[in-house]
């Protein structure tokens, strides 16, 4: 992010309420610049993002940046992020969403800094809510006002009883036990629903909404954590609740809250309905019409902390964080839980002893900032964070046996649902320790160890959500006999019925519902594993078959040329839409990164701008080989200095190709390519200087072979031995010397490339066409 004045930059409040494609349209958007960043409320919804934009363009190209969550690769052109942890790093695009989180009582005040201070260099969007539109012009006056319509209607539908929830129904509530004992109703009542809040984690989170998505659920239970962009297939939602404790007290939900959460009904243009269920009395009518309108009172206040800090000393710090704001509609914020931490840590002995330079002030605020997952700010948040704050300044970093010990007491699956929720949360707060930059001994070993037990955790929580809340009548099979799934086989009763192969399910029989519920949960686990997986679980083959923990789970088929090669699910068995959406975005992201790092050799910064750049520009779209006639202007321009510059990067001029030599080894991987680019199965890798000729029409050049008659030449074979020929024709017809090696057919090679042979001596009988006369000997 760059802060810079804003009649430099086109600055767009792109405001309206839910379901209008706000965050479609400004990624597409952001796709138009070379570089971008996009800041998100949710760590969930981060996620979902990055993986719809790494499809686009590789994984390589998108870096993910959250709490408790970094991917960050070598040189990325775009950033997701949550707003909290957007990175300050300069970029043409930048948006935010849901901006009118501004007025928001615990995280406004970031929101705020955020419209203040985040800008792309060319282009800024702010996205959200028109309440906010009035406080954002006067706060940021260079701003354009864009309204976007909602995309389909939103209708009041009165009250109705748990029984008569339509289809496809949301029920929400904001508590915990409200949320369990309304799910346990509807386990009841109709077979079972998920569970989705705040608490769970990603991981838990996805497994529940791939319940509701694939139809096994019809009904999903939650807490507001489904106002904030998350894309289900949601037709109604049921408000089991009209009010809410917002961290300090119990209140009713306001307008532009209903709103957020009723909007979650119909997507793009499928309309969706809302009303009340159960105890929960109907909606005034004048507050359903508003709902209905989108009609919503604009905001009179955002949330401001100061960003200029004082860190001499704690009193100084204290000072500067209660700061007055600039502007009067700016309150700042109060009793967030960073400063009550500081508020807590100021008083005691251990901290005010090494709170003694600004290093360590500006290191302890960081910790304090360090959030409560666990809502246990009282006494035990800052009793960790004292541990921590004392560990740092004692010993530099936290020492990866003491991390590590935390984390083995939270690596238990037993207990009930609040045991797991709170062992989550512990994790999680362990895993944001873990992503803060130079705080642990052995930090990527920390990271593995807290991501497994994390996803230990969570699968057993989802598992437990499953078991309480969704009737799957699991012992219903031959009297009763359990169904297990372990290391890829399916039991029942002791008995191998199936095995689970990459995203398949494979029996020698039919089996009964039981049987396959728990294949599909099976599957719903893989589905999350696959999709966490790094580049490296992946391999493809010379057949163009992907691979993931041995298995094939897809295909690469032909995609718009043979740089963006499509996928081809293998295996969809219980998979439902949402699932096979997540799997088809990350295999198509790999596949991206696939070619990008094949292609890396062509995609240097240390080329200059120009013809040069040009010419690399040329020669990737054909897999690192270009006819030198067709780059002949580009060439003839080049300076010595980028000549140099391109034989550093490997990039070769011959008399027929232009190509790049470090990608003359990759043989079989442009083989691939540039097979499934014309949905033929590859033929044999062709190896050394020279192989026998498929019968096979492809683009060989592409493959870095070129033909001549009987026999492919790898590129600087053919270019040695056509400078070889040229010399030697030069002085009228020649024998062919014994160390002009030209495969088994010399004779049918020489023939195919315009020569005739006469007493053997061989002469040029005819020309060639123009574009294949440079080609040829």
Aim: charged share 25%; net charge positive; with cysteine.
């Amino acid at each position: 992010m760059l802060r810079r004045p804003d009649d430099l930059a086109a600055i767009h409040a792109v405001l309206g309420p839910t379901n209008t494609g706000k965050t479609h349209r400004a990624l597409e958007r952001m796709l138009r610049h070379h570089t971008g960043m996009i800041g998100l409320p949710l760590r969930l919804l981060a996620r979902e993002v990055y993986e719809r934009l790494s499809t686009r363009v590789g994984e390589e190209a998108v870096a993910l940046v959250t709490g408790e969550e970094r991917r960050i690769p070598r040189r990325p052109r775009y950033w997701v992020a949550t707003v909290e942890a957007m990175p300050e790093v300069g970029v043409e695009f930048l948006a935010v969403d849901e901006v009118q989180l501004a007025a928001d009582r615990a995280r406004g005040h970031v929101y705020t800094d955020r419209l203040l201070h985040a800008r792309g260099t060319a282009e800024t969007w702010f996205m959200g809510s028109e309440s906010v539109a009035p406080l954002l012009s006067r706060l940021v006056p260079a701003s354009h006002l864009d309204p976007v319509p909602r995309l389909s209607r939103l209708s009041y539908a009165g009250h109705s009883t748990l029984r008569g929830l339509p289809p496809r129904s949301a029920v929400v509530a904001f508590r915990a036990e409200r949320v369990y004992a309304l799910a346990e109703r509807l386990r009841a009542r109709s077979g079972g629903a998920a569970v989705v809040m705040g608490a769970l984690s990603p991981r838990a989170r996805n497994l529940q909404v791939a319940l509701f998505q694939s139809g096994e659920v019809d009904t999903l239970v939650a807490t507001d954590a489904i106002g904030m962009g998350l894309n289900l297939d949601v037709d109604h939602v049921a408000f089991a609740d009209l009010e809410k404790f917002d961290g300090t007290r119990i209140r009713a939900l306001g307008p532009l809250e209903l709103g957020q959460i009723a909007g979650r009904a119909g997507r793009w243009t499928r309309d969706g309905t809302f009303g009340t269920v159960d105890t929960c009395p109907p909606l005034p009518a004048d507050l359903a019409a508003r709902v209905e309108g989108h009609r919503y009172p604009t905001l009179t206040r955002l949330r401001w902390r100061s960003r200029d800090l004082d860190l001499h000393d704690l009193d100084g710090l204290r000072r500067s964080l209660a700061a007055p704001p600039p502007f009067p509609f700016l309150e700042r914020a109060r009793d967030d839980d960073d400063e009550a931490a500081l508020a807590v840590l100021a008083e005691r002995a251990p901290i005010r002893e090494r709170a003694t330079s600004p290093a360590r002030v500006a290191l302890l605020w960081e910790v304090c900032r360090v959030p409560d997952y666990r809502k246990l700010l009282v006494d035990a948040h800052p009793d960790l964070l004292e541990r921590v704050y004392v560990r740092l300044v004692d010993h530099g970093r936290l020492s990866a046996s003491w991390v590590l010990r935390q984390v083995a007491d939270l690596d238990r699956a037993d207990g009930d649902l609040d045991a797991l929720t709170t062992r989550l949360a512990f994790v999680r707060t362990w895993a944001y320790l873990a992503w803060r930059d130079g705080w642990l001994e052995d930090a990527p070993g920390v990271r593995g160890r807290v991501a497994e037990v994390e996803e230990h955790l969570s699968d057993a929580l989802h598992a437990a959500l499953v078991e309480r809340f969704v009737d799957r009548r699991a012992r219903a099979l031959a009297g009763g006999r359990p169904v297990q799934v372990e290391a890829g086989e399916v039991r029942v009763g002791g008995l191998v019925v199936g095995r689970l192969e990459g995203l398949g399910f494979t029996t020698a029989g039919p089996v009964n519902a039981a049987v396959r519920q728990h294949v599909e949960s099976a599957l719903d686990a893989r589905v999350e594993a696959l999709v966490d997986a790094p580049h490296e679980a992946f391999v493809v083959d010379g057949a163009g078959l992907i691979r993931w923990q041995g298995a094939a789970v897809a295909r690469l088929v032909a995609g718009p040329d043979l740089r963006e090669p499509g996928v081809r699910l293998l295996r969809q068995d219980g998979l439902g839409p949402a699932a096979l959406t997540r799997v088809s975005r990350r295999l198509t992201a790999w596949a991206r990164d696939h070619v990008a790092r094949l292609l890396a050799p062509l995609r240097r910064d240390d080329v200059p701008r120009g013809p040069a750049r040009g010419l690399l520009y040329a020669l990737e779209p054909r897999l690192g080989a270009v006819g030198a006639d067709e780059v002949a202007e580009l060439v003839e321009a080049l300076d010595p200095r980028a000549r140099r510059a391109l034989s550093a990067a490997g990039v070769r001029f011959g008399a027929a190709w232009v190509y790049s030599l470090p990608l003359l080894d990759a043989v079989e991987a442009r083989l691939g390519l540039a097979a499934v680019s014309r949905g033929l199965e590859p033929p044999s890798v062709p190896q050394g200087a020279h192989a026998p000729r498929p019968n096979v029409e492809l683009d060989w050049p592409a493959v870095g072979y070129a033909p001549m008659g009987p026999t492919l030449f790898r590129l600087d074979a053919y270019e040695v031995a056509g400078a070889r020929l040229r010399a030697l024709r030069r002085g009228g017809p020649f024998e062919l010397p014994p160390d002009l090696d030209l495969g088994p057919q010399p004779g049918a090679v020489l023939r195919a490339a315009g020569y005739g042979e006469e007493g053997g001596r061989w002469f040029r009988r005819r020309p060639l066409p123009p574009g294949a006369r440079a080609r040829s000997g």
